[in-house]
C-alpha cells in the first residue's frame, strides 16, 4: 500500500494489482481494477480512507485476475458503478464466459457484475470532482482492454494493466496489441501503473518498459 502521487495509491496485488484515486469531492474514491480479494480493497482503511466511500471501479479488461472481487465489492458497497468497455462487457455482465475470464483456468468461479456504462470508440473520458479520467481503447490483450491517462498537476499517470500481453490464442490479437503499444508510448506518460509489474517512472522509465514489449 503506498501512495504513487497525490491521491494516487497502489492498493497493493491480489490477482493484479489494484490502484486507487481519491477524487476528493463528493464522487468519492475511484478504483482501477478490483483483483480477486474483498481483503485488499478494505486495507484502504489503514491509509485513513473509507471504503464504503468507493463509487467507482473501472475495470480495464475482463480478465478474471482484474474482476474476481467485483461482485464482493458491490455486496459490500451498493453504490460501486463499474465501468468496462462494450467488447469486453459480456463477459463481465453474464455468466458463461468462462475462457473469457479465464475463471476455470485459475480454479475459481465469476459473479457477473452490472456495468453502470459500456465504453464504445477510442475515447471516453469519465469526469469525477476536478478529475478528468481518459479511458482509452487499447486492444489486443483482450478486444476491450482500456488503459487510463490521468492529469494531475501536469504529471500524466498511466494505468496500463497487462502490458506485457500475454497474447492468449482466439483471444488476443497481437498487431492491435503492437499498435496499442505505440499509442501508449505516444502519450509519453510520466508515471506508469502496471498490473502486474509495479510502478514505472519517471517518463523515460516509462518509455522503456513500453518500449520493451514493441517488435
Ligand atoms: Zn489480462
Ligand atoms: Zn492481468
Same mark, same amino acid.
Given at each position: 500500500m503506498k501512495e504513487i502521487f497525490d491521491h494516487v495509491y497502489h492498493l497493493g496485488d491480489s490477482g493484479c494489482s489494484v490502484y486507487l484515486v481519491n477524487? *476528493?469531492?463528493? =464522487?468519492g474514491l475511484i478504483l482501477i481494477d478490483c483483483g480477486m480479494s474483498l481483503n485488499l480493497i478494505k486495507k484502504i482503511i489503514k491509509i485513513?480512507? *473509507?471504503?464504503? =466511500?468507493?463509487n467507482h471501479c473501472i475495470i480495464t479488461h475482463f480478465h478474471i485476475d482484474h474482476i474476481g472481487a467485483c461482485s464482493d465489492l458491490k455486496n459490500f458497497n451498493k453504490k460501486v458503478k463499474f465501468y468496462a468497455h462494450e467488447l469486453d462487457a459480456d463477459a463481465i455482465e453474464e455468466r458463461g464466459h468462462d475462457k473469457e475470464t479465464a475463471a476455470k483456468w485459475y480454479g475459481v468461479k465469476y459473479i457477473p457484475v452490472k456495468l453502470e456504462k459500456r465504453f464504445k470508440g477510442v475515447l471516453e473520458i469519465l469526469k469525477f470532482g476536478e478529475y478528468d479520467l481518459q479511458c482509452i481503447h487499447t486492444p489486443g490483450?483482450?478486444?476491450g482492454s482500456i488503459s487510463i491517462l490521468l492529469e494531475i498537476q501536469g504529471k500524466k499517470i498511466l494505468f496500463g494493466q497487462?502490458?506485457?500481453?500475454?497474447m492468449i490464442p482466439g483471444i488476443s490479437n497481437f498487431d492491435n496489441y503492437q499498435k496499442s503499444l505505440r499509442m501508449l508510448l505516444s502519450?509519453?506518460?510520466?508515471?506508469l501503473c502496471e498490473g502486474h509489474f509495479g510502478i514505472f517512472q519517471p517518463a523515460s522509465g516509462v518509455q522503456r518498459y513500453i518500449n520493451s514489449y514493441i517488435e
Open positions: 477524487s *476528493n469531492s463528493e =464522487e485513513g480512507l *473509507n471504503p464504503m =466511500e468507493i490483450h483482450t478486444p497487462d502490458l506485457h500481453g500475454p502519450l509519453k506518460a510520466d508515471i
